[in-house]
């Protein structure tokens, strides 16, 4: 037994420039050629970009979307915004409350089904919410600075399709 080298571990493969762009420099096989994957990548690169903007202000995406939506559609109810953003009815009475809290929004029982209610911005939401979207819009077109402005716009409307696609499938 004297005498005997170490097993010596294998030496990592060369890098190429194929391997160095993907994820944690894997080379990502057939993962690339996948609409699924580039999509939640991308969404991550965003979400990432969004939170180090408006994580600050303590503004997250479905914080965000919620205040748009209810901007948007001033005699939404509350079951409507969370059908409308996918959000679980848990989930939405949390969020709904943390926005009431901070004095974004008010919450009134709908008159027509008193389990319901209808959600309307406050005017400091609505002051909150106008620098949001500015940020987060300034964000997004740096995000996608690396698009024309056709493209940005392509792109946008090939989602909307997917979703649009989707949500018929179920």
């Not at 060369?14 to 057939?30: F, M, N, Q, V």
């Not at 503004?59 to 939506?69: A, Q």
Request: hydrophobic residues 40%; contains cysteine; positive net charge.
């Amino acid at each position: 037994m004297a005498g005997r080298r170490k097993p010596q571990a294998a030496r990592p493969r060369k890098r190429t420039p194929a391997r160095s762009a993907a994820a944690g420099g894997l080379d990502p096989g057939i993962l690339r050629e996948l609409a699924g994957y580039n999509i939640r990548r991308a969404e991550v690169h965003m979400r990432q970009q969004f939170e180090r903007e408006m994580g600050e202000r303590g503004l997250r995406p479905p914080d965000f979307s919620t205040l748009v939506l209810i901007a948007a559609n001033p005699l939404a109810t509350q079951a409507e915004i969370a059908q409308a953003l996918n959000i679980q009815r848990p989930n939405m009475v949390g969020l709904i409350g943390g926005l009431e809290e901070r004095g974004l929004i008010t919450r009134t029982v709908y008159e027509h089904d008193r389990r319901n209610h209808m959600l309307a911005l406050t005017p400091r939401g609505a002051a909150f919410l106008e620098e949001a979207r500015r940020v987060v819009l300034e964000m997004d077109r740096r995000v996608t600075a690396c698009w024309t402005d056709r493209e940005r716009d392509q792109v946008i409307a090939l989602l909307a399709r997917l979703w649009d696609a989707g949500r018929g499938a179920t």
